[in-house]
């Protein structure tokens, strides 16, 4: 049963991946000819839902009394965004999450792949898909601690399940994500038209998109298609972090400049920033995290062999502190914890059995574990003459993960959000203030 696990686990995170890449519609496994629009969005996270997923009234604080945000799990019970913080000799100090500010900006997330059948299991017309709660937990893990900065939107959409990933291996026509990119494409078509104008001022506001895996690949296909080539729509963009997939540029260049079909998008650049330069908003951050050995290229995820092309890698504590692009840095990792996910003596992982197979994750009272020391990073880039790699390399104490998840085949896949949570919050945060800064008079 633990070999099946691991070979499921590893289709869950590689299987859409070489196509996630650019995300473009095929003819394959997983296509849905019958499938149509849905006739509304299903929303697992919107800001002013009775009993909100995510806990965010309509301006994005706390439904419940007091400042703590509570979410809750669509089959019930709640859940905090709190965290342990274990300092370098262990002993750890709780540090509530509290909302006391209406949220700037928003967040628009798609979640990786976590449907193990499909959702709903049959696929025809627009049969809308069910809000579960392994879509809950993997937001909870991932996205929800940004509810600090952003009004959450969590669409629900027909993904590519398991048991199209592997049809698609069997058959070698891959997967095909049309459905999955049009749920993503409505959702967003909806939150653009209803949700997007500030409830107080009536303008527009800056939204901050996040993806993984699968996640990744309709996200980039959605900016694409909504905002790349939408100058109007792009001002609005924030910042992307589109994690565990692969975002593809011209060598020496931050984005396909308008006529680069192998680019993944031709006007929104990877995230850079020079020495002394202030921080840039309206890019996209991107990796995917391994511990290899020296010599070794990722399997998978973080490779291209496009021609001219390299994947992009941004370090987000790198870029954060302003430091070079390839500087090995501290990152603030944020392990979710077995009561998080909603985890049990029978199922230590929950819901997300089979995404974190293998993973021992801790048993605290607190929705996460904090290590701020634990780790480093660094982009790394590697090439054996075909393949061109760039990844997150991560060192340190790597006890936290499977023995070997590091250097296999989809490396820290799983845990892309969590290597660098805090990082990646505080970046979008001061993005975020960077980017209503340049708006005002």
């Not at 660094?378 to 790597?398: F, N």
Request: glycine share 10%; proline share 10%.
């Amino acid at each position: 049963m633990r070999r099946l696990l691991i070979a499921v686990t590893a289709v869950l995170a590689v299987a859409l991946l070489p196509a996630g890449a650019q995300a473009r519609p095929a003819t394959g496994a997983a296509a849905g000819p019958d499938a149509r629009p849905l006739d509304r969005t299903v929303w697992l996270c919107r800001p002013g839902l009775v009993n909100n997923p995510c806990g965010q009234d309509a301006e994005g604080m706390p439904q419940s009394a007091g400042p703590e945000l509570v979410t809750r799990y669509p089959s019930g019970g709640t859940r905090l965004l709190d965290a342990t913080r274990f300092a370098p000799g262990g002993s750890g100090k709780r540090e509530p999450f509290t909302v006391t500010a209406k949220p700037p900006v928003d967040c628009f997330y798609a979640y990786p792949t976590v449907d193990l059948l499909p959702n709903p299991l049959l696929q025809t017309g627009s049969r809308p898909p069910v809000p579960q709660d392994v879509h809950q937990a993997v937001t909870l893990m991932q996205s929800a601690r940004f509810a600090g900065l952003c009004r959450i939107f969590v669409p629900v959409y027909r993904q590519v399940p398991l048991p199209a990933l592997l049809a698609g291996i069997v058959t070698g026509t891959g997967a095909d994500p049309t459905t999955a990119i049009m749920d993503i494409r409505g959702a967003w078509d909806d939150y653009w038209a209803h949700d997007n104008r500030d409830p107080a001022t009536g303008e527009r506001r800056g939204v901050v998109i996040l993806g993984h895996s699968q996640g990744t690949a309709v996200a980039a296909a959605l900016i694409r298609e909504r905002v790349d080539t939408h100058p109007e729509v792009r001002r609005q963009l924030v910042t992307a972090a589109l994690l565990g997939g692969n975002i593809e540029v011209p060598e020496g260049r931050d984005a396909g400049g308008g006529s680069d079909p192998a680019s993944t998008f031709q006007h929104i650049p990877a995230c850079r920033r020079a020495a002394g330069a202030p921080l840039p908003t309206g890019c996209v951050v991107a990796y995917a995290t391994y511990s290899l050995p020296r010599g070794s290229l990722p399997a998978v995820i973080g490779r291209t062999s496009s021609p001219g092309h390299r994947v992009v890698c941004v370090n987000p504590a790198a870029l954060l502190r302003g430091e070079a692009a390839g500087a090995r840095v501290p990152l603030d990792l944020y392990l979710p914890t077995r009561r998080l996910i909603g985890g049990s003596a029978l199922l230590p992982n929950g819901p997300l059995a089979v995404p974190l197979n293998g993973y021992r994750l801790p048993d605290l009272s607190t929705g996460f574990a904090r290590h701020p020391d634990a780790l480093k990073g660094e982009c790394t880039h590697a090439t054996d003459g075909t393949v061109s790699a760039d990844w997150l390399q991560v060192s340190g104490d790597l006890s936290y993960f499977p023995a070997a998840a590091p250097a296999g085949l989809s490396g820290l896949h799983a845990m892309d959000f969590n290597v660098a949570q805090g990082d990646l919050i505080a970046l979008a945060t001061a993005q975020a203030q960077a980017w209503l800064d340049r708006r005002s008079p």
